[in-house]
């Protein structure tokens, strides 16, 4: 039997739809003709101290180059998110919390609550100094006072920086120095699948190489025994005696909000910064129209809030929407695959919207731990982070929604705030494996190699011509660094560092990066960053990283290594290497599978030729194309000889 291509809305969703059809048309033609009028109009959607007047200002070019959205507004995030809430639905919760231990109590905050936890924190920020502008590091399990904590920092004007809590000491440390961060907030230890992360450690571990660190707010947590210094506070002890009322402090819409590190094809991470009015307008736009929110939705996006989706859709836009938001700690596996659904059943969750890795690894545990829950409350599914491979999309469609919900495959980046490319639920056609259409505000374009601009259903590089309310400012401390990797590869345009096709109906279909970032598990991980890890280790001379297919990680890192000379490799050694990247950077970026190559295959001006490596971690050997402008050809033949296979 032919498979199903095209999922069309579903009547009920259809006839009930918030933005049907029509309607999205009419919303796309009216953002394209007048931007100005359309996002002035959606502004309303927040509550301003002072409301703009002015919609977007920005240019693409190096000549006047600049991006600002709402800048003569004033307003605060916080107060968006928790105060003007309170008289309507000050009883309703806003967060509920899922511990990782599947026996434990769930704990649940109503918005009036979560306002008065957020007021505390705030104070206990401000009570060890913290000013309007300071940047504030947060390194933190999934638990609620992450969110107290970010809201907090919104809610004085301090700059948030969440760095995940799977990074090595060294990784934070990075992160604490680049942003110059006086404070980090963090606890003990932290919990994921019924293990423990000794996060206060790791922070005591990075310290000494972020000399900018002068205080350690540490949240007791899970109640483990950590050694205390005099840089360090428990804030339970601080916010004993802190008042529970704080007033927002009333901040530019360009004022910045947060800074998120993520890996790009050079260099190390960088901090993209997003700011107040844009952001969060994009945060809430985006999470009303792509997830259809209506008042009651108890709305679950499984992603740490050590990933923008983690800030956007567990943090932001929920919470700025009045919206009831569940917060999970744990793993969607663990202690079975049944758990995820287990949380569904539990909280009686609406939309669930996770990972297409996590999908597949679901996945390979059959179909009974699904069956085994009711998932009744379940109305619409969605996916983030990678391309979704059709098989687990029918998997999503059929087994876990019974075919009644409606998949939104959204598309978006670190940079970009919030999806830009989704399908809105009552209003667009599914085809699997394609994130569908843009939403209004959104021109993305294809270009060729030499940006050359292609029309109609065609494949190229994906680039966006005109500017969104939630794109990012600037790269912290670098703008030229921003401008640089953004915009001008296609000069006057946003370049993402993604490859593209669209068809005939004029679906968007993301293939994945044509840069040098790995998407592992739907995280970012530049190969350079890798490759600086391993050329640490005394015994390496050279190292080359490239993607390899993964069936549950989607990709996964493939790394050629050469010794110093004399060393010859082992299968000692190559656990040893990846244990090394793993302490360097973190869990996520440890190899997959390390090939021991006497030398790496390079041009005879000295550039190595990834493209060879791609092609022999792919185990696509038979179509290497031209070596013969290698300095050395020969080094293929080794390489092919000894390709590496994941264990
Ligand atoms: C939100 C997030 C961004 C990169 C992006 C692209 C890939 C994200 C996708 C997707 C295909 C989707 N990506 N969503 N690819 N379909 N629905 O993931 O941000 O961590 O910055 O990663 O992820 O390659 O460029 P970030």
């Known amino acids: ?57 920005w240019s693409f070019d190096e000549a006047d180059f600049g991006i600002s959205w709402f800048k003569d507004g004033v307003l605060n995030v916080a107060a968006n998110c928790l105060d003007r809430h309170l008289a309507t639905r000050g009883d309703q919760i806003a967060i509920i919390w899922e511990p990782d231990e599947p ?80 404070v980090v907030i963090t606890a003990d230890c932290g919990r994921r699948g019924g293990k423990r992360i000794p996060l206060k450690a790791n ?15 540490v949240i007791k947590a899970t109640g483990d025994d950590v050694p205390m210094h005099d840089r360090d506070v428990w804030y339970h002890e601080v916010a004993a005696s802190v008042s529970t009322e704080c007033a927002p402090e009333p901040m530019n819409a360009e004022d910045p909000l947060f800074i998120l590190y993520t890996s790009g094809s050079t260099g190390k991470p960088k901090g993209v910064l997003h700011t107040t009015g844009g952001y969060l307008l994009w945060a809430s736009f985006t999470h009303e129209l792509v997830f259809d929110y209506r ?26 929407n009045g919206a009831t938001t569940l917060m999970y700690e744990g793993l969607p596996n663990w202690p079975d695959a049944s758990r995820i659904w287990q949380v569904v059943d539990r909280h ?30 379940l109305k619409l599914l969605g996916t983030v982070g990678e391309p979704i491979n059709p098989e687990a999309w029918r998997w999503y469609h059929e087994v876990v929604g019974e075919g009644r919900s409606p998949i939104v495959d959204t598309w978006w980046q670190t940079e970009t705030g919030g999806a830009l490319i989704a399908p809105l639920p009552g209003a667009t056609d599914l085809k699997p494996g394609s994130a569908t259409k843009p ?38 401390g670098d703008h030229a660094r921003f401008f640089q990797t953004y915009f001008t590869t296609y000069p006057g345009k946003y370049f993402t560092g993604d490859g593209c096709r669209r068809d005939e109906d004029g679906y968007y279909w993301i293939t994945g990066r044509v840069d040098d970032v790995i998407n592992v598990s739907g995280h970012r ?123």
């Open 103 to 182: 026996g434990e109590e769930p704990r649940r905050y109503t918005y009036a609550q979560l306002h008065e936890e957020v007021c505390r924190f705030a104070n206990v920020l401000k009570a060890q100094g913290v000013r309007k502008g300071d940047r504030v590091t947060v390194y933190l399990p999934m638990i609620p006072e992450a969110a107290f904590a970010l809201l907090a920092c919104a809610r004085i004007g301090a700059i948030h920086s969440v760095v995940f809590g799977g990074f090595s000491p060294d990784a934070l440390a990075g992160r604490i120095q680049d942003c110059d961060s006086r």
């Open 203 to 217: 922070v005591d571990a990075a310290a000494p190489r972020a000399p900018s660190l002068e205080k350690v707010i």
């Open 295 to 320: 008042p009651g939705n108890v709305f679950w996006c499984a992603a740490d809030i050590g990933w923008v989706t983690g800030h956007t859709y567990v943090i932001y836009g929920p919470l700025a």
């Open 348 to 377: 009686q969750v609406h939309t669930v919207f996770t990972a297409p890795t996590a999908l597949r690894a679901l996945m390979k545990e059959g179909d009974a731990p699904v069956k085994a829950t009711s998932r009744k409350s």
């Open 439 to 476: 939403l209004p505000g959104v021109h993305p374009q294809l270009v060729d190699e030499t940006g050359q601009v292609l029309h109609g259903a065609t494949s190229g590089n994906l680039c966006l011509t005109a500017s969104w309310p939630g794109q990012m400012r600037t790269v912290w």
């Open 525 to 647: 991980m530049g190969t350079a960053e890798v490759e600086s890890a391993l050329v640490l280790h005394p015994r390496v001379a050279e190292a080359a990283v490239v993607g390899m297919p993964h069936d549950v990680k989607g990709q996964g890192i493939y790394a050629y290594v050469t010794l110093n000379a004399g060393e010859t490799g082992s299968d000692g050694l190559n656990a040893e290497l990846k244990q090394w990247v793993r302490k360097e950077i973190g869990p996520i970026a440890s190899p997959d599978v390390i090939q021991f190559a006497p030398g790496l295959p390079k041009t005879r001006s000295g550039k190595i030729m990834r493209r060879i490596l791609r092609k022999i971690a792919e185990n696509d050997i038979g179509s290497l194309g031209d070596t013969s402008t290698l300095a050395d050809p020969s080094v293929v033949d080794d390489l092919v000889a000894n390709r590496a296979t994941l264990g």
């Open 1 to 57: 039997m032919a498979e199903q291509l095209l999922y069309p809305v579903p009547e009920e969703w259809a006839a009930e739809a918030k933005v049907g059809s029509a309607a999205y048309d009419a919303m796309y033609a009216a953002a394209a003709a007048d931007p100005d009028a359309f996002w002035l109009e959606q502004a309303k959607r927040l509550e301003w101290v002072k409301a703009p007047t002015v919609a977007g200002e």
